[in-house]
Structure formats: structure tokens, C-alpha cells
């Protein structure tokens, strides 16, 4: 099992930018294909970005593509979200996600259904 902590989250003007962060304990961190997921308000939670165990592979959704970058640490247990040229649409609260993967699997996964565990989510507001 495995427990997910974001942070990072804030009020950032149109254009700006934020990192989040999310911090995993438990089991080996290198073993979970993670994602970021985020929930607008009266939206249903909607798929962001994923990365592989290795973080050799990335995958993002079409509206945040060129603007949100995932990276991960896995000697710190830790996956980042870098966020740029943030919009108010991208007002949400976003929540990081682990799915344990088998050694041979390396990809991304998308599926929201497919994560095992979540974090409590992290507020991003951006304003116009």
C-alpha cells in the first residue's frame, strides 16, 4: 500500500505558474505507474498527465499538452506537476494517483479507473 500527500497548490494569476508536488510512503515507490488527475468545480474528475515507473514515458491530456510537464524522483518517492501559462480553466483541485504495475509494463496509464490510491488533492485557483 502506498499513501499520497500533494502540496504546492495556490492562487496564481492568469499566465503564472505553480509545481506541485506529491509525496508517496509505503512500498516501493519505483513499482507505481503515477497520474494527475484534477476536479473543476461541478466537473467530474478528468485525467491530466501520467507518467511510467521510470518516468521514461509521459502522457498528458490535450488541453494542458505544452503547458504541464510530470516528472518524478523515485529515490524521493516524489512526482512533480510543473504548471505554466495556467489558465482559469485549469482551476481545479488536483489530486496525484499510484497504480502498481508489473516490471514489464512501462507505460503511462490514463484510466482513472486504473489507480489504486489517491491523495486528498491540492487546490490550484487561477484568476483572470
Known amino acids: 500500500q502506498v499513501q499520497l500527500v500533494e502540496s504546492g497548490g495556490g492562487l496564481v494569476q492568469a499566465g503564472g505558474s505553480l509545481r506541485l508536488s506529491c509525496a508517496a510512503s509505503?512500498?516501493?515507490?519505483?513499482?507505481?505507474?503515477m497520474g494527475w488527475f484534477r476536479q473543476g468545480p461541478g466537473k467530474e474528475r478528468e485525467f491530466v498527465g501520467a507518467?511510467?515507473?521510470?518516468?521514461?514515458?509521459?502522457g498528458y491530456a490535450d488541453s494542458v499538452k505544452g503547458r504541464f510537464t510530470i516528472s518524478r524522483e523515485n529515490d524521493k518517492k516524489t512526482v512533480y506537476l510543473q504548471m505554466n501559462s495556467l489558465k482559469p480553466e485549469d482551476t481545479a483541485v488536483y489530486y496525484c494517483?499510484?497504480?502498481?504495475?508489473?516490471?514489464?509494463?512501462?507505460?503511462?496509464?490514463?484510466?482513472?479507473?486504473?489507480?489504486?490510491?489517491w491523495g486528498q488533492g491540492t487546490q490550484v485557483t487561477v484568476s483572470s
Open positions: 507518467t511510467s515507473r521510470n518516468g521514461g514515458n509521459t
Open positions: 509505503g512500498r516501493t515507490f519505483s513499482n507505481y505507474a
Open positions: 494517483a499510484a497504480k502498481p504495475t508489473s516490471l514489464w509494463f512501462n507505460g503511462y496509464v490514463s484510466a482513472r479507473s486504473e489507480y489504486d490510491y
